[in-house]
């Protein structure tokens, strides 16, 4: 089973930045995908950015394209989220994901069957 483990986040003033951290331990190499989805108060589930091991390729939501940024490295099961020009709006719980399926669609929370425990970040005006 493998389990995820988010670092980072925290308070940032509108136009700061912030990053964010993620670990997968047990069951390790097995992962096919990591991604970022956050929730604000009150709202879904919604997603992030995501990172392909085999191919390495990236995937924004259209809200935060051209701001934040994922890395990750495949043989550590790491992946960082780096956030900047952040806005009131990017407030929320952000959550790590995992998934060691193929080919699902990236950005839907039912791919992913491993999740960490989600980190607060707070952007204020």
């Known amino acids: 089973q493998v389990q995820l483990l988010e670092s980072g986040g925290g308070l940032a003033q509108a136009g700061g930045s912030l990053r964010l951290s993620c670990a997968a331990s047990?069951?390790?190499?097995?992962?096919?995908?990591m991604a970022w989805f956050r929730q604000a108060l009150g709202k879904d589930r919604e997603f992030v950015a995501a990172?392909?091991?085999?191919?390495?390729?990236?995937r924004y939501a259209r809200s935060v394209e051209g701001r934040f940024t994922i890395t990750g490295d495949d043989a550590k099961q790491t992946s960082n989220l780096e956030m900047n020009s952040l806005k009131p709006e990017d407030t929320a719980v952000y959550y790590c994901?995992?998934?060691?399926?193929?080919?699902?669609?990236?950005?839907?929370?039912?791919?992913?069957?491993?999740w960490g425990q989600g980190t607060p970040v707070t952007v204020s005006s």
């Open positions: 990172i392909a091991w085999s191919t390495s390729n990236v």
């Open positions: 994901a995992a998934t060691p399926y193929y080919g699902r669609t990236y950005y839907y929370t039912g791919t992913y069957p491993y």
């Open positions: 047990g069951g390790t190499n097995s992962t096919t995908v």
